[in-house]
C-alpha cells in the first residue's frame, strides 16, 4: 500500500496476451499486455500502458521490464508508461550480427522511440539504464521533459577500484566462465541487489528463463565488461550531459545499493543542480523492486 492508495494493476479485461508471451510470465505476475515491434533485424518486446504525460522506462542488466512491474502498476493511472527489453533480454530477439553494447542499446532505443513516435517524454532510468537512456536523451533534449534517475552512473570509470574489480571479475575470465555455465549474473546479483524484497521463485524464475542456455546468457557478460571497455562512450556521454542540465530531474536513491554509492549522487547532482532527492533508505540495487511504494508516491509528487 502507497499511503492511503492501493498500487493499482490494470484489469483482467486489458491483459491481453500475444502469442510469443511465455507461460512464465503470467498475466497476474506481469499484468500488462505484451506487445512486438519489428526493429532493424530485432524483435523488440515493450509494454505500454496508462494515459497521460509519458515515462520511458529504461533497465539494466540482467532486468528487463519486468523490473518496474510494481512502479507502472502504480503510475498508470496518472501516466503513459513505456517499458521495453534490449535486444537479447527479457522477451526481446536481437538480429545475428547485434554486438550487445552500450551504444548499440542506445541507438536502438532512440530508434524505438522514433518508430512509437514519442515526442515528448521523461526517461526513468537506473544501471545501465542511465547511459543508455541519457545518451538518447542528450542527442534530443528538446523532446524531454523531466529526468527521473535511479542508482547508475554516466562517465567513464576506469582506474576506480570499485567499480574495475566488478567489471574485471564478471566481465573477465571469471565471468565468461560462470554467467553463461551457471547463469551466474541473475543468480547472484538479483538476490544481492534486493535488500528489502522477497523476491518468490515465480519472480525470480521471470528473471532467469528469459536466458535458457549459455549463448543467450551472454548479453549479461558484455555489460560488466563495457564497464572498462565503454570508456569512449562514456566520455562522450558526460560530455553532452550540459544539453540537459536545466531539465527538472528527480533523483531517486537506493542507500543500501552494492554498486552505486553516494558519489555517484553528488556528481549527478552537479550535472543536473534542479533536482530533487529521495533517499530510499534500506533499499539496494533493484529499488524498484525494494521500494515502489515510495517511488510511486515520489513520481507522483514530481512529475504530474
Partial sequence: MTGNRMVKYPQKSRMLDSE???????????PFRS????????????IDEGNGPTLVFYHGNPTYSFLYRKVIGGLLSNFRCIAFDYPGFGLSKAAATYDFLPQSHAEVSKRFLEKLKIRKYSPVMSDW??????????????RVERLIIGNTFAWPVNGDFHFEAFSRFFGGFPGIWIIPRFHAFVRMLIPAGTKRARLSQEEMNA???PMPDGPSRMPTYIFPREIRKSKEFLTRLEERLATLREKPTLFLWADADIAFRKTELHRFQSHFPRNATTILKGSGHFLWEDDPETIIDTILEFAS
Fill in 20 to 30: 510469443e508471451r511465455p507461460s512464465f510470465l503470467s498475466t497476474e505476475l506481469f
Fill in 35 to 46: 506487445r512486438f515491434m519489428d526493429l532493424d533485424g530485432h524483435r523488440i518486446h515493450y
Fill in 129 to 142: 539504464g542511465g547511459p543508455i537512456g541519457l545518451n538518447v536523451a542528450s542527442l534530443q533534449p528538446d
Fill in 207 to 209: 528473471y532467469l528463463l
